[in-house]
């Protein structure tokens, strides 16, 4: 998958492919799409394009706003997409030399209704005609003439409340650009090096990630975009992870997002109950509500051919037992950065009910970080993240003046060294004797030290079966198979790893690895196909950016790599 743009306004997403809109869910990110042709050629599309072939450059201007530049042998053009603060709409506005051609075809539901039409003396009107949703352009125009026009898109839930209904309110279009970029400007600094490209892209990403209504954090805008091209891996990501979530907070907040970073641990918060497992799903819609059923949508063709298309995610009927360890550090990480006892004040109930969970069930089998379908085990990760939630809620206790037994943790600990080590290194699980990736963040999260013999040995193992010219796997096979394709994720923790034995020149490559594909936007995916120097998987994939931003922490002199000669430059 060649890179794509991204566009976030804090409540749904868009896509854009060299001056086409192929994604936009509508009302907010885990709604149907009403352009889909990232997953269907034939699923709708809102271009703008040139007569002739051109070359095209694509940047960002601020945050989530977007330029995409055409090159053309007559002249050049330029669109600037950016979704409107507080709207659900997208503004393209387009300066050219050149006669551009515009195509807007909306399909409902994922590619499956066409809209009535309905022209307007202003526009023109899509609506839905079996729910009445309706999307407005204005003006309504197939060509643009230079020097250029500004259009318009419009969502409301109901033509009833569409542009043309609200006729003595005017809508100040160049008003919401000036503010939308203001926004983005504040938030995120100018970048000063490519380093700094970087992270404001990954920051402004994470930001773009929060659904703004409740703090929700999804862990990608996509859903379906294949692990492997015409294979059946394909997933929806469109929900708030508590793992995926955890990771964003804790990125925020060490760059300096403490208010964002709470947000997310407040959506969090409300969504975790007393009457069962603490995080009773490992996922949410961005609403708080219970994740839809998995279904597949018969009628997409799938990227690259890649069936089926899927919405909703099963792994929401999983046990996922790392999650409230996640959940835990990234509070624990708060108060360390804060010093906030009044949050772990009004909270301590529902962390003290995570360490009594924990406490009577961690000898239940799951599925596991990588969500494995197949039978539930006991593994190493899952129990190591576990021991984390116990002994980070003993800490947040001691804040506070509270005691709770540290007797449940000791215990966890003494059988993970006991049942997950074989011949010298843990394994990825306790009936195993592989290694997975995920073992890699036991001394991100302070089960072991960085140079404990066991950790070196499984670091060995992993160097040994999961990497590879400079690409690791996150594991050799799961329920579906054997894994294609590195994990970029994998490539991020073993890079801390490297950076915290003093290996700095090898964690800087690891991370130049994963990002060149990116080819100078710096979006990154899930995988990477390492022979086509391509992403695949759903994009942007948020935990990479936020894991990332923290390993570009902990990472010697990365900024002076390109001006040293160290490394080439990425772009």
């Given at each position: 998958m060649k890179p794509l743009g991204f566009l976030s306004n804090g409540l749904t997403s868009v896509i854009v492919n060299d001056g086409s809109v192929v994604w936009f869910p509508l009302p907010r990110y885990d709604s149907p799409s009403v352009f889909t042709k990232l997953l269907d050629d034939e699923g709708g599309e809102f271009s703008i394009s040139p007569e002739e072939e051109c070359d095209v450059k694509v940047k960002y201007v601020a945050g989530t706003i977007l330029s995409t530049t055409f090159l053309c042998k007559d002249g050049k053009a330029e669109v600037i997409d950016l979704m409107p603060i507080g709207e659900r709409s997208l503004i393209r506005q387009v300066k050219s030399d050149i006669p551009l051609n515009v195509s807007v075809k909306p399909l409902f539901n994922y590619g499956l209704y066409k809209p009535a039409v309905e022209i307007e003396k202003d526009g023109i009107r899509f609506i839905n005609p079996l729910t009445r949703e309706c999307l407005a352009l204005i003006p309504n125009t197939n060509l643009?003439?230079?020097?250029?026009?500004?259009?318009?898109?419009?969502?409301?839930?109901?033509?009833?409340?569409?542009?043309?209904?609200?006729?003595?309110?005017?809508?100040?279009?160049?008003?919401?650009?000036?503010?939308?970029?203001?926004?983005?400007?504040?938030?995120?600094?100018?970048?000063?090096?490519?380093?700094?490209?970087?992270?404001?892209?990954?920051?402004?990403?994470?930001?773009?990630?929060?659904?703004?209504?409740?703090?929700?954090?999804?862990?990608?805008?996509?859903t379906s975009l294949p692990e492997l091209e015409g294979g059946t891996r394909n997933w929806d990501y469109r929900f708030a992870w508590v793992r995926d979530s955890s990771m964003i907070s804790e990125a925020l907040m060490t760059y300096g997002y403490i208010v964002e970073a709470r947000r997310v641990l407040n959506f969090l918060l409300g969504s975790l109950n007393f009457s069962g497992k603490p995080f009773l799903h490992p996922l949410y819609t961005v609403d708080g509500g219970d994740p839809p059923p998995e279904e597949s949508l018969m009628w997409l063709s799938g990227y690259a051919s890649s069936k089926p298309v899927r919405v909703g995610n099963a792994a929401a009927s999983q046990v996922q037992l790392d999650v409230e360890g996640f959940f835990v550090d990234a509070v624990y990480r708060y108060y360390q950065i804060t010093k906030d006892k009044e949050f772990i004040k009004e909270n301590w109930n529902k962390l003290e009910y995570i360490h009594e969970w924990i406490s009577k069930n961690w000898k239940m089998r799951d599925a596991g970080m990588w969500e494995d379908r197949g039978k539930p085990r006991h593994y190493t990760h899952s129990k190591v993240m576990m021991w984390v939630a116990l002994d980070r809620v003993e800490k947040l206790g001691r804040v506070i003046g509270k005691i709770v037994s540290g007797t449940s943790k000791n215990k966890l600990r003494e059988w993970i060294m006991s049942n997950c080590i074989k011949s010298g290194y843990l394994v990825r699980y306790s009936e195993s004797s592989e290694v997975d990736a995920a073992l890699l963040t036991l001394p991100i999260y302070g089960f072991l030290d960085v140079k404990e013999r066991v950790f070196l040995n499984t670091l060995v193992l992993i160097e040994r079966d999961l990497l590879k010219d400079g690409f690791v796997k996150r594991y050799r096979k799961d329920f579906m198979g054997e894994a294609t394709h590195p994990f970029v994720l994998a490539n991020v923790w073993l890079s801390r790893i490297y950076a915290r034995l003093g290996r700095y020149d090898e964690a800087r490559q690891l991370l130049w690895n994963v990002l060149r594909p990116s080819k100078g936007i710096y979006l990154l995916g899930e995988h990477i196909d390492e022979n086509k120097g391509e992403y695949t998987g759903n994009y942007p994939q948020m935990f990479v950016h936020a894991q990332l931003l923290l390993a570009i922490k902990e990472i010697k002199d990365i900024d002076k790599d390109i001006s040293t000669g160290k490394v080439k430059p990425l772009s």
């Open positions: 643009i003439q230079p020097p250029g026009l500004t259009l318009y898109l419009i969502y409301s839930s109901d033509s009833a409340y569409g542009p043309f209904t609200k006729k003595m309110i005017k809508r100040t279009v160049n008003r919401s650009i000036k503010n939308t970029l203001n926004f983005w400007r504040s938030k995120v600094p100018h970048p000063k090096n490519e380093i700094d490209v970087v992270k404001s892209t990954s920051i402004s990403a994470l930001l773009g990630s929060i659904y703004s209504p409740t703090g929700a954090s999804i862990a990608a805008p996509t």
